[in-house]
């Protein structure tokens, strides 16, 4: 048999479709920073930081220090890394080490990073996020003007992080967008090599004033609409795909159950389909009895309870379900003309779909290609067509 029990399959030509696609949004001279914490938000941190790059992107953003370290390990030299989130000492060290910029917003961090050998720098100022980042502009000013004045470090920008991009029938954007330039002007103004930079995914779909200097996008570089409904109206195209198979069917009589609980008993004959893939995949337990499955082009719907290792789907009663054992199945991605995506699933779960992907564990191996887009449809993988993550 030439499929596993759970693969997932990544284009790394949407991925380069999809940055192309955002930097056809920008003025010239606005660049692209491609995100790809979380290992690549379930993609494949190194692999999507290539095709990123490959598709026009020129910075590239991490949430942590060992993320930072794990790509310049992997060859990535000569491309700015942004350290996103905050840092201990130690994380400091690390990702220092990796010559990566550091987010900062209070002068005391300025001093340990001079301690530690010096840095390049960017001031965040906290528009409305609530989260890190100092509140105050004129606090933030003094963060720049400390940082410019320092031997050891050189402030290399200025940014903010939306809270509400995503919601189109929200003002607070607006508000904080507002809030935002007002003190990057000012800090232009008396620095004016630093780089400006707010917008995600959605703040750079959505508002041009929010691109500055640079466009930081993380979900839609992946494929996936930031605004959670259809990533192909806004131009992008999905890069991850999800595959297991039918493991096993079976002629289920009614009265007979499947799964823990037997949360599904069988109200009519039937024939059920098992699919080696649950939980213990990233496939979440509370689908359960709320997805659909592709299989040779056709929904079926997922019945019973989820189980780290296996899930179920009914077949019907047509006696020639029998013949679909060992049929190839699609939990995310396209089927002839069905399509389940990570939006779909997103809504079922009442949650994003970066969720879906990041939420894939490294049980899942990562298998890359690179077809042309539009992704062609799903088929039986076979080890020689794909190149499996390291």
Known sequence: MSTRRALARVNLAAIEHNCARLCSTLEDGVQLCAVVKANGYGHGALQSARAALAGGASWLAVAGSTEALELRDSGIADVPILVMGALSELELSEALSAQADIVVWHEPFLELIAELGGGRVHVKLDSGMGRLGTRDPLAASEVAAAAASMPELQLAGI????????????????????????????????????????????????????????????????GMDPFGEDPLAQGLRPALELHSYLAEVKHTEVGQSTGYGRRFIAARETHLGVLPIGYGDGWRRGLSENADVLIDGRRYPLVGTVSMDNIAVDLGPDPDAVSLRGRPAVL???????????????????????????????????????????????????????????
């Open 159 to 222: 940014m903010t992080h939306f809270a509400t991009a995503d919601d189109l029938e929200e003002d607070f954007f607006d508000r904080q967008l507002a809030c935002f330039q007002r003190w990057a002007q000012s800090v232009k103004r008396k620095y004016p090599d630093v780089l400006i930079h707010a917008a995600n995914s959605a703040g750079t779909l959505r508002e041009p004033q929010a691109h500055f200097d640079m466009v930081r996008c993380g979900v839609a570089i992946y």
């Open 332 to 390: 995310i991605g396209a089927g002839g003309d069905e399509r389940v995506t990570a939006e779909e699933l997103a809504e079922r779960l009442d949650t994003i779909n970066y969720e879906i992907t990041c939420g894939l564990t490294a049980r899942v191996p990562r298998f890359y290609h690179h077809d042309e887009i539009p992704v062609r449809p799903a088929g039986p993988p076979s080890p020689s067509d794909y190149t499996p993550a390291p």
